[in-house]
């Protein structure tokens, strides 16, 4: 029986790190299940999509060239609530990992005032935020 | 008292105490003893009744053996007296349905003269005793007592070799929170209520419901696991329900569906969280009524079946939401059960983890011992979002790059080296529900967009009437 169906790695504002990217990768082929990556940009589209697409691609690309299956989709507007719409409308992610803002989530605890920090602690699966370790 | 019984029932409590529980052997009271008398006769089976009445026991009588085959099917008896001459449906028959039932129902073969080589081969086929007619009152007293001990001191046995042999194997783990996992596993071994798991993925809540299984009175009927979100709703139900004949094009022949197959057993319905508002209508008529349609069928067929369901949603906040119905909820959660993710047991990741290796280096026919000490710093301060399943998949990784008889961190995946992954989960004492967070969320908005609706609800992406709707139910519930 597959437990871990999907695992959603989130962005904002067009903010990538890639060790979310890898260890998503890692995650995901570790636990044999497909990748979903979502940017969330504030505002409406205004004509920029198409710069935030190819960035997005690049992601999708190097997904794809790891062998693991995955789909992206950028959502504009209120952070929180294009977030929440996510969740209630597709499956639930098993996992999510926060690939955007480092100083977000860390391991002293959650910037206050950041509008994930304020729903990640309310959804149903575990939220990880990966950072490279200093050597 | 048969003396073997009562030397392996002191030889158990020895073992018990040794364990800290000194519960004693608590004699049943007669009136919890049910009885069904069967004969054809209808004086013989008026006097039997009084004999019986008299003891204390609760007497069910039967003068016809089709009405009690009937009977048998659906419900259990601690003794059966039947006669074993009953015309279409003999003695025989019912002792073999009472014993489907529950094997360890004890039967007394009631005959008349010239059919005790009858009785014999019933004793032989699993009959406790028989009695020849003229009945003697205090013969059939000694014997319906004698059954009834025996019957007594097997479900003792039973209950006490659960208590002190099963360990659950598959269960690993001596954290606190394991341990009150196996402690209600053995206290709901007697019952029949469904259960609702709740856990991470990954966190082993099939290997819990098959445990339950393996110690409840069905274990030796079938456990059929099935994954709601796996296949379609039309595929889930052809599936689960079974067909008849000509349902649908393409079906040539009838099929019995899942849950009919697994009659008198369990079943597991993982993810049940995701399962659509008509199967969630199908389910819960399974469990109220404790019977099936088959698809395209006139009449419900009977299923005895136990519910054990699982999630890694939280289904009070889809009732909440009008996305799961209120009435399973209740039904599926009659008892729960929460597994804790494997951050929150850390004590048991080296006793998982040695587990895993065992199995591993096993299968990969390797001679691997253990973890070097930064193999196992490495193992137990990583977060598992993927919970236990990670950790098996880790290690088996592990196992097939070990080069020595020692797993080391070169071994282990690149993250785990190069990245700190901090996870964080929702607090499981005071989770709130979709609606208190939807609650929450409009009166921000309305705060950050200074109480303007129209604004408000062009943040939240809805109309305005929706946000008047939702603020109006919130000013009527405060």
């Known amino acids: ?135 | 008292m048969d003396i073997r019984y009562s030397i392996f029932i002191n030889k158990l409590e020895k073992q018990l105490s040794a364990y800290g529980d000194r519960e004693g052997i608590i004699p049943v009271p007669t009136a919890s003893i049910d009885l069904l008398i069967v004969d054809d006769e209808e004086i013989a089976l008026k006097n039997l009744e009084r004999i019986m009445h008299k003891e204390g026991y609760q007497v069910v009588t039967e003068s016809s053996g089709e009405r009690a085959f009937e009977l048998l099917k659906v419900r259990r008896f601690d003794v059966v007296l039947t006669d074993l001459l009953l015309g279409s449906i003999d003695g025989l028959e019912l002792m073999a349905e009472a014993k489907k039932k529950d094997a360890e129902t004890e039967v007394i073969i009631i005959t008349g003269h010239g059919s005790v080589d009858g009785a014999i081969e019933a004793t032989k086929k699993g009959a406790f005793h028989y009695l020849q007619k003229p009945i003697r009152p205090d013969e059939v007293r000694s014997i319906v007592r004698q059954a009834v001990e025996k019957r007594r001191l097997a479900r003792r046995v039973r209950d006490l070799e659960q208590k002190i042999g099963a360990d659950f194997p598959d269960i690993i783990g001596n954290c606190p929170k394991i341990v009150s996992i196996k402690n209600l596993i053995r206290q709901i071994s007697d019952s029949d209520a469904n259960v609702l798991i709740t856990g991470e993925s990954g966190t082993g809540k099939e290997l819990a419901a098959r445990a339950i299984h393996q110690t409840s009175r069905r274990h030796e009927k079938r456990f059929l696991a099935v994954n709601c979100a796996s296949l379609t709703e039309e595929l889930l139900a052809n599936e689960l329900f079974g067909h008849e004949k000509d349902a649908y094009t393409g079906a040539t022949q009838a099929k019995a569906g899942l849950l009919e197959s697994a009659h008198e057993g369990t079943v597991f319905l993982d993810e049940v969280g995701d399962m659509s508002a008509a199967m969630q209508a199908k389910i819960l008529r399974v469990v109220q009524e404790k019977e099936l349609m088959r698809v395209g069928a006139t009449t419900a067929i009977a299923v005895d079946i136990r519910i054990i369901s699982a999630t890694n949603k939280d289904l009070k906040a889809l009732c909440a939401a009008g996305i799961f119905r209120q009435d399973l909820y209740f039904r599926l959660n009659v008892i729960s059960m929460h597994l804790p993710s494997l951050s929150e047991r850390i004590e048991d990741i080296p006793l998982l983890a040695a587990f895993f290796l065992k199995q591993s280096a096993k299968r990969a026919e390797k001679d691997i011992r253990g973890f070097s000490d930064q193999a196992l710093s490495l193992l137990t301060t990583y977060g598992y979002p993927g919970n236990i399943r990670e950790l098996e998949n880790i290690i088996e990784r592990a196992v097939a790059l070990a080069k020595t008889e020692l797993i080391k961190a070169e071994d282990l995946p690149h993250d785990l080296k190069d990245f700190h992954a901090f996870t964080f989960r929702r607090r499981t004492g005071n989770m709130k529900t979709l609606e208190e967070i939807e609650r929450e969320y409009i009166q921000w908005v309305l705060g950050q967009v200074g109480h303007n609706k129209s604004e408000a609800s062009k943040v939240l992406g809805i109309d305005r009437v929706s946000l008047y709707r939702k603020l109006k139910r919130t000013v009527f519930e405060e």
């Open chain 1, 1 to 135: 029986m597959v437990e871990l169906k999907k695992i959603l790695i989130l962005f904002e504002d067009g903010k990538i790190r890639k060790e979310s990217i890898a260890y998503g990768i890692e995650l995901g082929r570790r636990m044999d299940c497909s990748l979903c990556v979502l940017m969330l940009m504030e505002g409406t589209e205004k004509g920029n999509s198409s710069i935030w697409e190819s960035v997005l691609n690049g992601a999708i690309k190097t997904i794809d060239d790891e062998g693991i299956g995955a789909e992206c989709g950028i959502r504009y507007g209120d952070k929180t609530s294009e977030f929440l719409k996510f969740l209630a409308v597709g499956p639930y992610p098993s996992a999510i990992v926060w690939g955007s803002n480092a100083g977000v989530i860390t391991e002293r605890g959650r910037k206050p005032g950041h509008w994930f920090t304020r729903v990640a602690e309310n959804v149903g699966c575990p939220v990880v935020s990966p950072t490279i370790k200093k050597k």
